[in-house]
Structures are given as structure tokens and as C-alpha cells.
């Protein structure tokens, strides 16, 4: 079918050039026939005045000739159309003859058909496939971008995680810094108290005796 329907608009095609071709050789015929009909008009209107001046007159031989030379180009001119005319038919009726096609050319259309039907069939299931694709990446896109939402909540708690914990960590050394600070006070009074311990026992002693 698209094989007939292309050749089809290829004959109808070539049928309407030569159509256009045909009318602009009407148009430059007529054109030519105009100009060549005007210019022994012309030449014969000069010639009468030029007698007209010289006071003479036309002969009827020289009006017999002009009168045969344009019945000849009129008569050349119709049998140019009239060929033309029978050009346009025989072609006609060949693109005509050639709409009518062989059980060869039947044959070598439908298989011609079948190929382009596989070869749309094939198109056809490579598109649905591609759509599959595409529609396999979207989903893995959303699982993608799902996933890298739920990662950004884990680092955004990880990194509240560490500030508090750098927090309790800076507490935490304050707290030791206060400690040890406490610590040192207490053994200074622990050692003073020993010394005047030490002290008193010592002056006991050296009483006693």
C-alpha cells in the first residue's frame, strides 16, 4: 500500500510538471506568435506611410505574400499545439498503463511491505523496551534519592552526637581541672598536720625525760 500510494504521487507528480511545462510552452508560443503578428503589422503600417509620403501604393503581390507568410506560421502554430496536445495523451496513457501492475511488482510490494512492518515491529519493541528502562531507572532513582535523604538525617544526628559529646568532654576536663585542684589543697593540710603531729611528739618526748 505505501509503495502504490508513493507511486501513486510520483506519477500524479509528473503528470502536473508536464501540465506546467505545456501551459508555459502555450504561454510563450502565443507570446511569440503575438510579437511576430505585431512586427508585420508594424513593418506593413511603416511601409503604408512610407508610401503614403512618397504618394505610391501597395502592389496586390506584396499583400498576397504577407497574407501566405502569416497562414503558414498560423498553420505551424496549430500543428505545434496539436503535437503538443498528443504528447500530453500518449503520456497520459502511459503513467496510466503504468498504475497497472505485474504479479512481479505485486509481489516485490508486499514483500517490501513486510519488511517495513518488521522493521516497525522491531522499532516497536525497542521503544517498549526503552520505556522499561526508563521507567527501572526513575524507581532506582527515587530508591537512590530516598536513600541519600535518610543518610544526610544519620550525618545531621552524628554531627549533634559529636558536638555534645565535645561538650560533655570540655566539662568533663573542667571538672578534673577542679578536682585535682582540691586534691592539692587537701594534701597540704594532711602534710601540715603530720608535721605539727610529728612536732608535738617531739616535744613530749623531750619533756618526759
Given at each position: 500500500?505505501?509503495?502504490?500510494?508513493?507511486?501513486?504521487?510520483?506519477?500524479?507528480?509528473?503528470?502536473?510538471?508536464?501540465?506546467?511545462?505545456?501551459?508555459?510552452?502555450?504561454?510563450?508560443?502565443?507570446?511569440?506568435?503575438?510579437?511576430?503578428?505585431?512586427?508585420?503589422?508594424?513593418?506593413?503600417?511603416?511601409?503604408?506611410?512610407?508610401?503614403?509620403?512618397?504618394?505610391?501604393?501597395?502592389?496586390?503581390?506584396q499583400t498576397d505574400d504577407e497574407t501566405d507568410e502569416f497562414s503558414e506560421y498560423?498553420?505551424?502554430s496549430r500543428a505545434k499545439v496539436i503535437s503538443q496536445d498528443e504528447e500530453l495523451a500518449?503520456?497520459?496513457?502511459?503513467?496510466?498503463?503504468?498504475?497497472e501492475l505485474s504479479p512481479e511488482d505485486i509481489q516485490i510490494f508486499e514483500s517490501e511491505n513486510v519488511q517495513l512492518y518488521n522493521?516497525?515491529?522491531?522499532?516497536?519493541?525497542?521503544v517498549e523496551q526503552i520505556e522499561k528502562n526508563v521507567v527501572d531507572i526513575a524507581h532506582l532513582q527515587e530508591i537512590f534519592t530516598e536513600k541519600i535523604s535518610l543518610q544526610k538525617t544519620d550525618i545531621d544526628r552524628i554531627a549533634n552526637i559529636v558536638v555534645g559529646t565535645t561538650?560533655?568532654?570540655?566539662?568533663?576536663?573542667?571538672?578534673?581541672?577542679?578536682?585535682?585542684?582540691?586534691?592539692?589543697?587537701?594534701?597540704v593540710w594532711v602534710l601540715f598536720f603530720l608535721?605539727?603531729?610529728?612536732?608535738?611528739?617531739l616535744f613530749l618526748d623531750w619533756y618526759n625525760d
Open positions: 500500500h505505501i509503495a502504490n500510494e508513493q507511486k501513486q504521487f510520483r506519477i500524479q507528480r509528473e503528470l502536473e510538471t508536464y501540465k506546467f511545462l505545456k501551459l508555459d510552452a502555450d504561454n510563450r508560443s502565443r507570446s511569440s506568435a503575438l510579437s511576430k503578428l505585431s512586427s508585420p503589422l508594424d513593418v506593413r503600417n511603416g511601409q503604408d506611410k512610407h508610401r503614403k509620403e512618397n504618394g505610391g501604393r501597395r502592389t496586390p503581390a498560423l498553420e505551424g500518449n503520456s497520459s496513457s502511459f503513467l496510466e498503463d503504468e498504475e522493521e516497525l515491529k522491531g522499532l516497536s519493541e525497542e561538650e560533655n568532654v570540655k566539662d568533663a576536663n573542667e571538672q578534673i581541672k577542679q578536682a585535682i585542684q582540691r586534691n592539692a589543697g587537701l594534701r608535721i605539727v603531729m610529728s612536732l608535738t611528739l
